[in-house]
């Protein structure tokens, strides 16, 4: 795995959030793969660990859907080795507007040092924002969640993801056993991600209009909080999907 992976540490842009059947998913990433090339790490696992207080009040509170909103997360891109780097990362969301904010350092320094101290030692302006929150929140990293992930970029700020076997758990919170957890979306259902700096472009608009495709909110951690803490386990008895499937 690349230890460069995806090194821009600041981000501002429009996301939205489909939950897509394998019979439109199938049409669907024709299109998106004759318009967009693969940006340029293709398909790849993505892990992260999320960090929240002992009472859930981090999720508790984004799942209520306040005008604002952010989580903190430690992320990586693959199964990391002694050389690859990990990103610690401020998501923030205010009326559908993201901005993520995120430094990145060798994976290794965490034998010797918390995330807490890292972001403390980093003095850069994204340094100071992520050690001021673990300085506002009593916050430990409480939940890993692991996916795959297929992604394509224009180069003109338009990228579109497609996440599958997304999978949550709150033990073994480290990078070392990807494929564990409970897997939170049914058999055969993706989630797709477009993400964008203005207006969706008129190609991917026609293209969801035609095959019923609708937004929703989707939050990997609000979802997997609900079925894994409040529904112990039992996916079946959450509605995740939207009405029209």
């Keep these: ?29 024709e299109i998106v793969a004759k318009h967009m090339p693969p940006d340029i790490y293709g398909e790849y696992l993505v892990q992260s660990l999320y960090y929240d207080t002992s009472t859930w009040d981090i999720i ?24 690859s780097k990990v990103f610690l990362e401020l998501k923030k969301k205010y009326k559908g507007i993201v901005n993520k904010r995120r ?18 030692d ?17 916050v430990d990293e ?38 564990g957890g409970l897997a939170i979306l049914p058999d055969g259902i993706i989630l797709m991600e477009v993400k964008t700096l203005g207006c969706m472009p008129l190609w991917m608009a026609q293209a969801l209009s035609k095959f019923d495709i609708y937004p929703t909110s989707f939050s990997k951690y609000g979802v997997g909080y609900k079925i894994y803490v409040l529904q112990k386990g039992d996916i079946s008895s959450w509605n995740i999907l939207p009405k029209s499937f």
């Design 122 to 138: 980093d003095k850069s302006q994204i340094g100071k924002e992520l050690d001021y929150y673990f300085k506002s929140n009593p």
């Design 103 to 120: 430094i990145s350092f060798p994976i290794e320094e965490l034998h010797d040092k918390t995330t807490r101290d890292i972001a403390s």
């Design 142 to 179: 409480r939940v890993h969640i692991s996916y795959s992930r297929e992604a394509f970029a224009d180069g003109r700020g338009l990228r579109i993801t497609f996440d599958t076997d997304i999978r949550f758990r709150t033990n073994l919170l480290d990078y070392k056993h990807p494929n």
């Design 1 to 29: 795995m690349n230890t460069q992976m995806h090194p821009t540490n600041t981000f501002k842009r429009y996301e939205k959030k489909f939950l897509l059947s394998q019979e439109q998913f199938h049409p669907l990433h």
């Design 60 to 83: 508790r509170k984004s799942i209520e859907n306040p005008v604002y909103k952010e989580k903190m997360r430690l992320r990586c891109y693959g199964v990391p080795d002694i050389d």
